[in-house]
């Protein structure tokens, strides 16, 4: 069994940044890809951010190049989401996920084990 538990969320004004964590528990997390996604209210989750398993291999939603960074410690069991330069259309829930695959990386249908988000929140 794998629980993620995020951390992190906030009010930020525009332009502000946020650091988001996802503690995870269980075994298999050093070999586990994860990702992070997002829902707004009223539209469906989509895509943020993939990391492999030892955090060599990154992918970004093409929105958010060069916004965020997505990082990993298999030490401390947990994936990071460094958001900077936030903009209103930033807000919603964020997500992380295990990936558990069968589809594209950017598919929600490819993670088995979801937290259950926090809130982002960016001010005009």
């Known amino acids: 069994q794998v629980q993620l538990v995020e951390s992190g969320g906030g009010l930020v004004q525009a332009g502000g940044s946020l650091r988001l964590s996802c503690a995870a528990s269980?075994?298999?997390?050093?070999?586990?890809?994860m990702g992070w996604f997002r829902q707004a209210p009223g539209k469906e989750r989509e895509f943020v951010s993939f990391?492999?398993?030892?955090?060599?291999?990154?992918i970004y939603a093409d929105s958010l190049k060069g916004r965020f960074t997505i990082s990993r410690d298999n030490v401390k069991n947990t994936v990071y989401l460094q958001m900077n330069s936030l903009k209103p259309e930033d807000t919603a829930v964020y997500y992380c996920a295990r990936r558990g695959g069968g589809y594209r990386f950017d598919n929600v249908a490819g993670y088995d084990y979801w937290g259950r988000g926090t809130q982002v929140t960016v001010s005009s």
């Open positions: 269980g075994r298999t997390f050093s070999s586990s890809a």
């Open positions: 990391i492999g398993w030892n955090g060599d291999n990154t």
